[in-house]
């Protein structure tokens, strides 16, 4: 490296460690743990919190909010030693937390296939996330960004889950511009990693937004030298899965979309091959909403983005619906920003600022309480079909908001489960999922769903935890009949005794 060159690198460098300084000095930490005497931070343990005994591991646990350069994790954590640790990524706008309940409903669902069990309820921590948001004061020139980790925590340095104690919650409220300003008004430009391809669900499934994030590094790292913002990423038989830090959307526009929505195609790849981002089910619903058609493809090929009449965006929680222009230095259509993803962008900017679609700094225990069990008209909007009545229910399941639950069945519905008596009646149904359902937590990965108006079928895998403390893995199939938009009955089978 010429002199020149290394000037400018101690430069870049030291302009990028003023930068984090200014950012931390503002940025805050809650961090919970248990209390391990010689691992626990003593900054933690000396100014923290003292919880009651986690009712999972039996040790106290210490907690508080702190400036970053207070506390740290252990370096015994498996999230640190493993990148054991799933997490979420949650803007503020407008003094809302952004689609709090579907973030926390993701975070507890994987944290549930990876068998991390978090010690708080979904209101317990809300409210701890609450007051570290609160003491955050940024600008207005980025968002205010939450970033929320669970660790399996403490353990030995032996690559073993069973060695840990219990899980570590951190969540760092700072701030965040993926983008500059430029790149929604003109585009961005990709690159196609051709060498590095997306794991398989057989190796690491995409849908769980676990901290290993190498995969998608190293797709960065492939593509570093050219001009580019992102990298598009491919299956390893060459479908397109998603971008290294948000999910694709193509659009077709055929001839006459301007007088009828319904020429308007809108092409994602299939959830099978990528994280089921919070903002691309707002896109799809979008996109239901103006009458448009969705199509979640999973044989996407890079050259199917090119056309005259192609849009391509990018989705996800810290970019928005960011326009794609180029791929691999080729336009896409005419290198401009297309107007049905101005369209979706103007959708999705009026949504971030309505009271509904998040939850408010400034809530209260009884204002949270209620933003957990409130029957949500989100969840309605999500049912429009028999197909999304039957993902979105999983998804409530998981949550085990049984409030919300509710609305999705008919008040004479029968469930069903071979070597059991049927259960009958709205009444008895919710009072099953309340008091008599054996399970702790969980997560069904849906793999397929084919329905129509009055009959639908499902299939896929539950894993979770027993109240017992066991762990359950097991196949299932369920089959519906539909009423009027609920279920009014299903039959559920299991490849071992339902539970």
Not at 25 to 52: C, K, W
Not at 204 to 227: Q, W
Not at 236 to 248: H, L, P, R, S, Y
Not at 326 to 355: F, H, Y
Request: hydrophobic share 35%; charged share 25%; proline share 4%.
């Amino acid at each position: 490296m010429t002199a020149p060159a290394i000037d400018a690198a101690v430069t870049s460098t030291a302009r990028l460690s003023e930068r984090l300084e200014r950012l931390a000095q503002a940025s805050r930490v809650f961090l919970s743990m248990p209390l391990i005497e010689g691992i626990t931070p003593r900054y933690l343990v000396a100014n923290g919190h003292r919880e009651d005994c986690d009712p999972q591991s039996g040790l106290t646990r210490c907690s508080g909010t702190f400036l970053l350069s207070e506390v740290g994790l252990p370096v015994f954590d498996h999230g640190l030693l493993y990148g054991d640790a799933v997490f979420e990524g949650v803007t503020i706008n407008e003094g809302r937390i952004f689609q709090w309940r579907e973030h926390i409903a993701r975070l507890f669902s994987s944290a549930a296939a990876v068998r991390i069990a978090i010690p708080y309820t979904p209101e317990r921590l809300t409210s701890h996330i609450l007051e570290a948001a609160r003491t955050v004061h940024f600008n207005t020139n980025s968002a205010t960004y939450l970033r929320l980790i669970v660790t399996r925590g403490i353990g030995d340095l032996a690559i073993a889950p069973t060695t840990c104690v219990g899980s570590s919650i951190c969540c760092i409220a700072s701030q965040v511009q993926l983008y500059p300003q430029h790149v929604y008004d003109h585009g961005l430009r990709l690159r196609i990693a051709r060498h590095i391809r997306r794991q398989g669900r057989q190796t690491l499934d995409p849908r769980i937004k676990s901290c290993n994030y190498l995969n998608n590094i190293f797709g960065l790292l492939e593509t570093s030298d050219e001009d580019t913002h992102e990298a598009l990423m491919l299956t390893q038989e060459g479908w397109i899965a998603e971008a290294t830090a948000d999910n694709v959307f193509s659009v077709r526009r055929d001839d006459g979309w301007r007088h009828d929505p319904s020429k308007v195609v809108i092409i994602t790849p299939s959830r099978e091959y990528c994280l089921n981002g919070i903002t691309r089910d707002l896109v799809i619903r979008y996109a239901r909403e103006r009458g448009y058609r969705i199509q979640e493809n999973s044989q996407m090929l890079p050259s199917d983005l090119f056309g005259e009449h192609k849009e391509l965006f990018l989705t996800g929680t810290a970019a928005g619906i960011a326009p794609v222009t180029e791929i691999d230095g080729s336009p896409i259509a005419n290198g401009e920003p297309g107007p049905i993803t101005r369209q979706l962008r103007d959708m999705l900017k009026v949504d971030m600022v309505r009271d509904e679609m998040g939850l408010p700094l400034r809530a209260t225990s009884a204002d949270v309480e209620h933003y957990f069990s409130v029957r949500s008209s989100q969840w309605a909007q999500h049912h429009q079909t028999a197909h999304d009545l039957i993902a979105t229910m999983f998804e409530v399941i998981d949550l085990q908001s049984w409030t919300d639950l509710e609305t999705f069945f008919h008040e004479d519905v029968v469930y069903e489960r071979p070597g059991y008596e049927p259960i009958r009646g709205i009444q008895n149904l919710m009072h099953f999922y309340k008091e008599r359902r054996v399970i702790a937590s969980g997560t069904h990965e849906l793999e397929g769903i084919t329905a129509d108006r009055e009959y639908a079928a499902c299939w896929g895998r539950f894993i979770g935890t027993h109240k017992d403390g066991s762990s359950l893995d097991e196949r299932f199939s369920d089959v519906y009949t539909v009423k009027n938009g609920q279920i009014a009955t299903r039959r559920s089978f299991f490849f071992r005794p339902a539970v």
